[in-house]
């Protein structure tokens, strides 16, 4: 059974840094890319960033020169450095991965507060 669990969220002032991870356990075939969703209080789901098979990156306009996702395949585990966090950035943060077979996985999320 595949399960993604997020964690690295909290309270952080505007200006710093938090750094979540997303490990995922179970096999995940012919996976297609891994994403980062945030969804704000009363606001849809939006994406932040994505990071395919090949490596290829891909941020929202607005966290680009801000946000950085990596992964590490060897412990099968997507990451989100955010820097320079601004009080529209609070959300609750995603981990999402799909695959080529069109199968998604998705974990319960980590909120993430930005005091002004």
């Known amino acids: 059974q595949v399960q993604l669990v997020e964690s690295g969220g909290g309270l952080v002032q505007a200006g710093g840094s938090l750094r979540l991870s997303c490990a995922a356990s179970?096999?995940?075939?012919?996976?297609?890319?891994r994403v980062w969703y945030r969804q704000a209080p009363g606001k849809q789901r939006e994406f932040v960033a994505s990071?395919?098979?090949?490596?290829?990156?891909n941020y929202a306009d607005s966290v680009k020169g801000r946000f950085t996702i990596s992964r590490d395949n060897a412990k099968n585990t997507v990451y989100l450095q955010m820097n320079s966090l601004k009080p529209e950035d609070t959300a609750t943060y995603y981990c999402?991965?799909?695959?080529?077979?069109?199968?998604?996985?998705w974990g319960k999320g980590t909120p993430v507060t930005v005091s002004s």
């Open positions: 999402n991965i799909n695959t080529n077979y069109g199968r998604d996985y």
């Open positions: 179970g096999s995940i075939f012919s996976i297609n890319n």
């Open positions: 990071i395919n098979s090949g490596g290829g990156l």
